[in-house]
């Protein structure tokens, strides 16, 4: 029987599923507080205002502390493209995503403790959650 390995720290997962809650949340609130209607309310107009608040706030707070947790652990660097062959990688992962992934190909770097993602996540993670 093989052992199973987690690839991102727990404190990366639990983050990442109170950022889903938190969203969903904000979805929920968003769209009733901007269609509301006295005779159909999603959420109540005063609920759900409390709770778009409150959800936005704790959005904010788990971004904060994981910016935080990421620098005091090190795991920043996974984020960070490599020097090197890093645009000759971005181009093997496009090739494999636009056909090899069809034609049932292995991907050409997979993800492992050491390197979680490919060249093309690291750049997209890096805009997204550091720019």
């Not at 496009?94 to 090899?100: K, L």
């Not at 034609?103 to 979680?116: I, L, T």
């Amino acid at each position: 029987m093989s052992e199973r390995v987690f690839i991102l720290h727990i404190w990366i997962r639990l983050w990442h599923w109170t950022n889903a809650a938190l969203i969903l949340l904000l979805s929920a609130t968003g769209a009733s507080l901007q269609y509301s209607s006295p005779g159909l309310p999603l959420i109540p107009f005063e609920l759900a205002v409390r709770l778009h608040d409150l959800a936005g706030i704790g959005l904010i707070s788990a971004y904060s502390v994981f910016v935080v947790r990421n620098i005091v652990s090190g795991n920043w660097w996974q984020y960070v493209p490599k020097p090197g062959s890093f645009w000759k990688k971005i181009r093997v992962q496009f090739m494999y995503y636009v056909w090899g992934i069809f034609r049932g190909e292995k991907s050409p770097y997979p993800p492992s403790v050491e390197a979680n993602f490919n060249a093309m996540q690291q750049i997209i993670y890096w805009v997204i959650m550091y720019w």
